[in-house]
């Protein structure tokens, strides 16, 4: 798999014309068993997307996607942190055929980027920091892709959770209200994370992503359901996700 990798290091010419089977060999190594072959495989697709053309990648852009995405709550560092990284180097082809593609891409894995920017651990948060600034532009939102590259968004400043999150939801709920369910329910799915951080992050989201939403797209979220599951993380065992729910639900006491 390194070997693989290093067609990073040809010349453009036998990168571009290796691309598309090596990119193959090394998705298809993502699926070993064995952490140590899936972390290299992740790590070599790095280091390929960081040079090869736009043509040569541009069909594999979903599968890769698809493919990366159960790392992203792998219990290994290492593994989300390259995980994270990987798909951030999509952004090199935003502009490029695949970018109908990349957008939809991106928004399957959005809820994911915005909970681990906050993540337990400092080089999953300061990946997944530099995976939205280089996905920002894909977006095609100029006030979304702001929040992404302030200076209080850099990978080494610790980050304000809950003011990101309440400057990103009045974005979020302006720029795409056709998917709140999807943004909702994905935050819900992780009320039941293994990560306690990631629990409460998830609920921060819900209770701003609700507040910051107008009362007709309120109409089209399931809130009774939403509102409910919040409920139940007051008597989560940690005292941070009973702490971020209650808040969370101070914010919905006109919903």
């Known amino acids: 798999l390194k070997g693989l990798g290093n067609l990073s290091q040809c010349n453009k010419e036998d990168v571009n014309r290796f691309a598309a089977s090596v990119l193959t060999a090394l998705s298809n190594a ?15 697709l790095f280091r390929l997307l960081e040079v090869a053309d736009d043509s040569a990648i ?3 852009v ?5 493919r990366v995405r159960p790392f992203f709550t792998f219990k290994s560092v ?3 942190s390259a995980a994270f990284s990987l798909f951030g180097a999509l952004g090199r082809f935003a502009e490029g055929v695949a970018q109908d593609s990349l957008f939809e891409q991106l928004q399957a894995n959005f809820p994911m980027l915005i909970l681990h920017v906050n993540d337990e651990h400092p080089d999953v948060r300061a990946a997944a920091k530099r995976a939205l600034r280089s996905l920002a532009d894909v977006f095609k939102q100029d006030m979304l892709a702001m ?6 968004f850099d990978d080494r400043r610790k980050l304000d959770y809950d003011a990101f999150i309440g400057s990103l939801c009045l974005q979020l709920t302006d ?4 998917r709140s369910n999807y943004y909702l329910q994905e935050m819900v799915n992780n009320f039941k994370s293994e990560y306690d951080v990631i629990r409460a992050n998830a609920v921060t989201f819900v209770g701003s992503y609700i507040a910051s939403l107008a009362m007709n797209d309120r109409r089209k979220v399931n809130l009774d359901s939403i509102i409910s599951a919040s409920i139940t993380l007051l008597k989560d065992p940690n005292p941070q996700v009973r702490s971020k729910a209650a808040e969370a639900l101070a914010l919905l006491h006109d919903v």
Do not use: G, H, Y
Request: proline share 6%; net charge negative; no cysteine.
């Open 78 to 80: 290492a593994i989300r």
């Open 147 to 152: 929040i992404f590259r302030k200076k209080t």
């Open 175 to 178: 720029a795409f209200p056709d």
């Open 58 to 60: 541009s069909t594999s």
């Open 30 to 44: 993502l699926e070993d068993p064995s952490e140590e072959i899936a972390l290299e495989a992740v790590q070599s």
């Open 62 to 66: 979903v599968n890769l996607s698809l």
